[in-house]
Structures are given as structure tokens and as C-alpha cells.
């Protein structure tokens, strides 16, 4: 995945939260997993041998 990818995604979010998209608690987990898992590719895009 492209690192840009990931901070637009992180950027995108930070705005639908501030839209209150996220209110429900699950809707806010889901969205934050997501953005973590995408993260963890990226490092272990980065670092294979980690």
C-alpha cells in the first residue's frame, strides 16, 4: 500500500469524526481497526524480517 494512501485514509477519517459519523461506539472501532490493520501492512511492508 502507498503511504499516502494511509494518511488520506487517516485524513478521512479525522474528518467523519469530526462530522460525528462515528457517534455509535461500534461504528468508531471498526473504523479505528481498520486504519490499524492498514498500518500494520504498511510496517510489515517496511520491515519484513520484523
Known sequence: MNPN???LQIEI???R???G???H???LAMALEY???QA???VD???PNL
Open 5 to 7: 494512501l494511509l494518511f
Open 13 to 15: 477519517f479525522f474528518d
Open 17 to 19: 469524526l469530526q462530522q
Open 21 to 23: 459519523e462515528y457517534d
Open 25 to 27: 461506539p461500534l461504528y
Open 35 to 37: 486504519l490499524a490493520n
Open 40 to 42: 500494520w501492512e504498511q
Open 45 to 47: 511492508e517496511i520491515y
